[in-house]
């Protein structure tokens, strides 16, 4: 079974740019479609960025723009580079990855975008 560990996170000022990261372990993390969440308080964890088995990135419009989401396979490792960002991205930001019959979380990373 994956086990994934979020980093990357911290207090970043508007207009910053952070870059998380997802380490898988105990499985490959290309064997699964691994998705970045992220939950504000009082809020519903939403879907902010996707990439599939094949390679396919998806992304929310919210974010759409100014992240980028890839993989490294080497390091079994998939990052979100976030630009620009705003005040309204302050949430914890978690790590899934998901395939037939499994659905894994991290422990999330807080990101807080403040002056």
């Known amino acids: 079974q994956v086990q994934l560990v979020e980093s990357g996170g911290g207090l970043v000022q508007p207009g910053g740019s952070l870059r998380l990261s997802c380490a898988a372990s105990?499985?490959?993390?290309?064997?699964?479609?691994v998705g970045w969440y992220r939950q504000a308080p009082g809020q519903q964890r939403e879907l902010v960025s996707a990439?599939?088995?094949?390679?396919?990135?998806s992304y929310a419009d919210s974010v759409k723009g100014r992240s980028t989401i890839s993989r490294d396979i080497a390091k079994n490792t998939v990052y979100l580079q976030m630009n620009s960002l705003r005040p309204e991205d302050t949430a914890v930001y978690y790590c899934n990855a998901r395939t037939f019959g499994i659905n894994v979380w991290g422990q999330g990373t807080q990101v807080t975008v403040s002056s």
């Open positions: 105990g499985s490959r993390v290309s064997l699964y479609t």
């Open positions: 990439i599939t088995r094949r390679g396919d990135q």
